[in-house]
């Protein structure tokens, strides 16, 4: 008995410094904040103490902002090491989906009036014109620089945006919080377990409806859509949307959307649109073990390509 | 009596296609098939598990064709709080009769936009477990064709007026108003009606968001880049965030 009475003062003592350094231990909550980049609205809601708020969302700034001082229509430095980073990314998926993805159909988004908003329907003639300027090998790689011939115009709006996501989360990530969900309107990224200790619920919105078509359950994970009424127009009841089909220059048809889930969101915002434009999504995505697309056809019906995620159909027959 | 053995009962009285036929006409999304030759001891338990969800413009029931348990029928619903209704309405209840030719065990189904619901993981389950166990044949079926909101679409209580990032008001759905916010980049007024949120005037140029359509669905929003002006409706969402 003797020897066990110092025991327990040293358990005690134990217990009150594990008992102060748990107290002292910053407290780690959820934050939701909301940012206006990319014209568009960017929900961010990640989990950590409060002082790391201030620093993860001026990473997320600086990611954002950068991305959108390069990638904006009209102002490009055809040199940047950004630039010419994300260049070979959309290269690569502008290969491997035989050219349904490109980046040089800036000048059909003029010609069809949805950079100026005067939405407009080229006569035949016009759209002619403006496809010898479309076509990602009219690019020449020289001296550290892209150099475009005349009239050929870029748009990023097919990648850019999932690449700003990838970059913010990386560096929200390399500051130590270790959950949360960055999602640049539509374009997303989550991470760890959600509130609930769960995978993510990612909704996909429905098409044509109100509501989620479904929800898909993922973490570590980009998500990124494209659709046809994201942008468009309607004229005599015919729905004109942005997503060009690079061969013909005029708006791909058969699909309503297309979900893309996989790594990188930078990937799954080009492949989403490679897999709209194309008519052999599969062929693509066979080329993207890692990544999984969830397809809406112009009929309303629902199939996966891909590796495979869990999606609950919220919408179904 | 198992599920696959309930269809194939359907499917062997050789009334499976005019009974579905029959429910589709009603344009309705969901309905309960019920094997009983006294349906008024099962309605309430089922209606108790699927009264919440049922939409509230209803609580009104109809026959479409004569039912011989029409009365024993009338006479649980009244209790329960329905009101019998010569014709049948939006959102109510409405019973149709068939005799099966084949009697068979007492049994029911919920059948949701033509899949069958799962019920094993509600009170149903015992109810259906009760009815099985009887052993008494019937050849009664009656269907009860009625609307179940979409499981994707929850009406919001509030909507939250955000601007330049800052929360400003959270206006209640409830209540018609009209109320302007002062934002950096100038005046916008928002107006509630009828339980849906719209922007009614903003001076920004493209006007996107005078021209969305009034939201009331949680998580639904309304944005105004330009004037870093978001509406959004607030409450029980069904996920974590949304792509498209």
Known sequence: MLTRLPDKKLLFILAALLAAAISCRPREKWHSFTLLFFDTVCDIQVFCPSEKLPAARDAICRAFGSCQERFSPGSQDLSDRLVLELYQKALQVNRASAGCFDITVGSLIDLWGFSSRAYRIPGPEEVEAVLPLVGMAKINFEENALVLPPGVKLDWGGIAKGWGVDLAAQAVVSLGITRGFINAGGDLYCWGPNPDHQNWRVGIKNPRERGYLGVILVTDMGVATSGDYQRYFERNGRRYHHLFDPETGYPAQGKRSVTVVGPETALCDALSTALFVSSDPEKIIRNYPAYGAILVDDQGGVAAVGKSFPFNRLDGP | ?244
């Open chain 2, 1 to 244: 009596m198992n599920r696959r053995d309930f269809l194939r009962t359907l499917l062997a009285a050789g009334i499976a296609a005019p009974t579905l036929l029959e429910a589709r006409t009603l344009r309705s999304s969901s309905a309960l098939y019920l094997i009983s030759d006294s349906p008024g001891d099962v309605l309430p338990p089922v209606l108790a598990e699927i009264d919440s969800r049922i939409q509230k413009a209803g609580r009104r029931f109809a026959f479409l064709n004569p039912h011989p348990n029409a009365e024993e029928i009338n006479k649980t619903l009244s209790a329960l709080g329905w009101k019998f209704d010569q014709r049948a309405s939006a959102g109510g209840l409405a019973f149709s009769f068939q005799r099966l030719g084949l009697p068979s065990l007492p049994s029911f189904a919920l059948i949701r936009s033509g899949r069958i619901c799962d019920i094993r993981s509600q009170r149903l389950w015992q109810t259906w477990k009760k009815m099985a166990a009887s052993g008494a044949l019937s050849s009664c079926l009656t269907i009860a064709s009625f609307d179940l909101p979409r499981r994707n679409q929850i009406p919001g209580k509030a909507v939250t007026v955000y601007a330049d990032g800052k929360r400003l008001a959270s206006l209640p759905l409830a209540r018609d108003l009209v109320k302007p916010f002062h934002t950096r980049a100038g005046p916008v007024v928002v107006g509630v009606e009828a339980g849906r949120a719209k922007v009614l005037s903003s001076p920004c140029q493209h006007r996107v968001c005078l021209a969305s359509p009034p939201v009331f669905l949680a998580g639904e929003r309304i944005v105004c880049a330009p004037r870093h002006f978001l509406l959004e409706v607030e409450g029980p969402h069904l996920v974590d965030t949304v792509t498209g």
